[in-house]
């Protein structure tokens, strides 16, 4: 077993939730081999064409992580591992907090088609494709950036990703919407942790409105410039924002999250052209937190 490779405790954590191994046009390679070299490119972030030949073919291995980014398969992947965590007690409900991260774009991220993928056995591209390819431009260059809710255990529970000039406000609730885990005893989802910390980015109306209707306990400073507003127009102006510096302190756990995804030096610079594909690199990043043991 190569060093950053699954181990065995963790792959028969995923093993379980892997599709049938059964591939158009015959069998899939084996996965634990094909899993490792996409483990490899995210820990290493070298070139596709790169790949050591201890993992097979290069393109059977992109081609692999390509068809689950965009079919979704990542993804049901994560919510599976999760479900799995959650069942055994290793999700952290009690504070919640939001931040984001910006990711600095290869040369070689830009100049992608804005056209839909094309995936055998459907007609419409994924939820994921964007026109824009997640991609924004500032004064460093092409960036984009990653929307993170992440648990007290320092692990992602769900994450959006959009341009790096886009802001931090009007993404918390689309955040907060991707956390759904399973209950492996049946029934909804969980989507409601107990509570929610963010940073001064964060603090908006409609982000306060929408926690308050969700019946969800929050943590978030108000500006200065919000409290001056909110004291000029009198008993119109809403109570005072309950703040905790305790509980604030808390906060620092999203940024760990942040840090460990970072590790992988495919996520903390994005190579992959395509939104769809940057979305399933973060993905598997985000399962191979889940399935560490703490």
Not at 135 to 143: F, H, I, K, P, V
């Amino acid at each position: 077993m190569g060093r950053g490779d699954l181990s065995d405790e963790e792959w028969a954590r995923l093993e379980p939730h892997l599709p049938t191994n059964r591939g158009r046009g015959g069998r899939w390679q084996c996965h634990r081999r094909v899993i490792n070299g996409i483990l490899f490119r995210q820990r290493t972030g070298l070139p596709w064409r790169d790949l050591p030949t201890c993992f097979g073919s290069w393109k059977t291995v992109h081609d692999r992580h390509r068809r689950w980014s965009a079919d979704g398969t990542w993804d049901r992947i994560l919510r599976a591992v999760q479900a799995d965590a959650d069942a055994e007690g290793r999700i952290d409900w009690s504070m919640v907090s939001v931040d984001s991260t910006t990711c600095r774009a290869h040369q070689h991220a830009a100049g992608a088609s804005t056209r839909a993928p094309r995936i055998p056995g459907r007609r419409k591209g994924p939820a994921r494709h964007r026109s824009d390819e997640a991609l924004g431009r500032s004064r460093g260059g092409l960036t984009s950036k990653i929307h993170l809710a992440g648990e007290g255990g320092r692990r992602p529970l769900g994450f959006v990703i959009t341009p790096g000039q886009w802001g931090d406000a009007p993404q918390m609730i689309p955040v907060l919407e991707e956390i759904r885990v399973p209950r492996q005893a049946g029934g909804r989802p969980r989507t409601r942790p107990d509570h929610v910390g963010g940073d001064k980015a964060y603090s908006s109306r409609r982000n306060r409105r929408h926690l308050r209707r969700r019946q969800i306990k929050h943590t978030i400073p108000e500006p200065r410039d919000q409290r001056a507003n909110r004291q000029r127009r009198g008993s119109q102006g809403g109570r005072p924002a309950g703040f905790d510096k305790a509980i604030y302190r808390r906060r620092n756990e999203v940024e760990r999250t942040i840090n460990r995804l970072k590790n992988f030096r495919a996520v903390a610079t994005r190579f992959d052209k395509r939104a769809y594909v940057f979305h399933g690199t973060v993905t598997v990043a985000a399962i191979r937190l889940w399935l560490r043991p703490e």
